[in-house]
Nanobody, 117 residues
Framework: QVQLVESGGGLVQPGGSLRLSCVVS????????ADWYRQAPGNQRELVAS???????NYADSVKGRFIISRDDPKNTVYLQMNSLRPEDTAVYYC???????????WGEGTPVTVSS
């Protein structure tokens, strides 16, 4: 059974930084792409950043230049480095993984991020 477990969320002041981690465990088919999504109260879940199995990157316009997605495949871990955080970045952040050759995808349970003074 595949599990995605996020960590690293919390309360941070505007302008601060956090690094989220997502550990992928279980028998996930490789290679897989990984993403970070977020959902603020009252809003739909939105894509924040993506990294393909080959390392290609994609970011939402709202986080370009501030957030960095990366992956450490030997550790089965995906990271999201978040810098220059703003109150509008407040949300629950979810990790998502999609194997290239498997029809199912996987979600973590989310880690909350609150940006407030």
């Amino acid at each position: 059974q595949v599990q995605l477990v996020e960590s690293g969320g919390g309360l941070v002041q505007p302008g601060g930084s956090l690094r989220l981690s997502c550990v992928v465990s279980g028998s996930i088919f490789k290679p897989y792409a990984a993403d970070w999504y977020r959902q603020a109260p009252g809003n739909q879940r939105e894509l924040v950043a993506s990294i393909s199995s080959s390392g290609a990157l994609n970011y939402a316009d709202s986080v370009k230049g501030r957030f960095i997605i990366s992956r450490d495949d030997p550790k089965n871990t995906v990271y999201l480095q978040m810098n220059s955080l703003r109150p509008e970045d407040t949300a629950v952040y979810y990790c998502h993984a999609k194997p290239r050759t498997w029809p199912l995808d996987y979600w973590g349970e989310g880690t909350p991020v609150t940006v407030s003074s």
